[in-house]
C-alpha cells in the first residue's frame, strides 16, 4: 500500500521560508518521480516541481523558480520542498505525490497525500 504524509506547512509572513516534507512508503523512489503540487482556493491544482529518479531530474513551475528548491533523501524516504522568498500567491494547499511519468501534470500522478496548508501573509 503506497502513502505519503506531508509536514511542514504554517502561516509565514512575506519573504519567509518553509521547507516541506514528504514521507513516502510501498512506493520505490528509485524507480518513479514524486512530484509536488499546489491548490488554491478556486484553482486548479498545478504542478510546482517534480524530481525523477534514479537520476535525480528536476523541473518546475516557472514562478517558483530560482525560489523553491526539490530534493530527496532516498535513505529516509523523503521528499523536500526547501520554498524561500515566499509570496502571498504562494498561499494554497500542498500535496506531493507518486507516478511513473515525469511531468507536472497532476492528471499522470497515481498516488497523493492528504495535503499541508501554506498561507503566507502579514
Known amino acids: 500500500q503506497v502513502q505519503l504524509v506531508e509536514s511542514g506547512g504554517g502561516l509565514v509572513q512575506p519573504g519567509g521560508s518553509l521547507r516541506l516534507s514528504c514521507i513516502v512508503s510501498?512506493?520505490?523512489?528509485?524507480?518513479?518521480?514524486i512530484g509536488w503540487f499546489r491548490q488554491a482556493p478556486g484553482k486548479e491544482r498545478e504542478g510546482v516541481s517534480y524530481?525523477?529518479?534514479?537520476?535525480?531530474?528536476?523541473q518546475y513551475l516557472n514562478s517558483v523558480k530560482g525560489r523553491f528548491t526539490i530534493s530527496i533523501d532516498v535513505a529516509k524516504n523523503t521528499v523536500f520542498l526547501q520554498m524561500n522568498r515566499l509570496k502571498p500567491e504562494d498561499t494554497a494547499v500542498y500535496y506531493c505525490?507518486?507516478?511513473?511519468?515525469?511531468?507536472?501534470?497532476?492528471?499522470?500522478?497515481?498516488?497523493w497525500g492528504q495535503g499541508t496548508q501554506v498561507t503566507v501573509s502579514t
Open positions: 524530481i525523477s529518479m534514479p537520476f535525480g531530474g528536476t
Open positions: 505525490a507518486a507516478g511513473l511519468i515525469a511531468t507536472l501534470n497532476p492528471q499522470s500522478y497515481t498516488y
Open positions: 510501498g512506493f520505490t523512489l528509485n524507480d518513479g518521480n
